[in-house]
């Protein structure tokens, strides 16, 4: 899965859908995982690199990495979303 490219990212979380206007909003970790997902990164690179950098229970951040990033999904912000969209 992929966050779509025009996609605009801030420091502070601010996360900017130009193709629809909307905006939302995403802790430091949150904008950590869309960050990997624009680079293209896997899901289990992204779950590892979480995992060791903030030592935290892999089962558990499994669970709510899937979760976020099915949100994003909902919220048409990845390249998935937009497929399905067509």
């Known amino acids: 899965m992929k966050i779509k490219r025009n996609i605009a ?3 502070s979380g601010f996360v900017f859908d130009p193709s629809s206007g909307d905006s ?3 802790n430091p970790i949150g ?3 869309i960050k990997m997902l624009k680079e293209g990164k896997a899901t289990q690179e ?3 690199s979480i995992v060791k ?3 935290i229970d892999e089962v558990s951040f499994e669970k709510d990495l899937y979760d976020f990033v099915e ?3 909902k919220l048409k ?3 998935d979303a ?3 969209k067509d």
């Open 46 to 48: 992204i779950k590892a």
């Open 82 to 84: 937009e497929k399905k």
């Open 71 to 73: 949100m994003l999904g």
């Open 9 to 11: 990212l801030s420091d």
């Open 24 to 26: 939302f909003s995403t």
């Open 53 to 55: 950098e903030y030592m």
């Open 77 to 79: 912000l990845t390249e």
């Open 31 to 33: 904008l950590e995982i």
